[in-house]
């Protein structure tokens, strides 16, 4: 999956599979994890957020299952 760059202290990069729903995050310390069922709405609304670190604590890692992928 190809993720595009965040500016963010947390975050490194994000991607998202349309068809499959799943959202992947790099975070700085370099693990990536894969969220599963998250609406494109989400996935937009990360990439527009001005404070994408926040929005990711406050949205996504709360609501959405997640998986350890890479480290």
């Known amino acids: ?3 595009q760059s965040l500016k963010s202290v ?4 994000a991607g998202y599979d349309v068809v499959q729903k799943v959202l ?4 700085t310390s370099g693990q990536v ?10 996935w937009k609304g990360l990439m527009q957020s ?4 926040k929005y990711f ?3 996504i890692r709360p609501k959405f299952r997640s998986r ?3 480290a």
Not at 10 to 13: H, M
Not at 33 to 42: A, I, L, N, Q
């Open 1 to 3: 999956m190809e993720r």
């Open 10 to 13: 947390i975050l490194r990069s």
């Open 24 to 27: 992947e995050i790099e975070f």
């Open 33 to 42: 994890y894969r969220f599963s069922s998250v609406p494109e709405k989400t």
């Open 50 to 53: 001005p404070e994408a670190g």
């Open 57 to 59: 604590s406050e949205k």
């Open 68 to 70: 350890l992928v890479g």
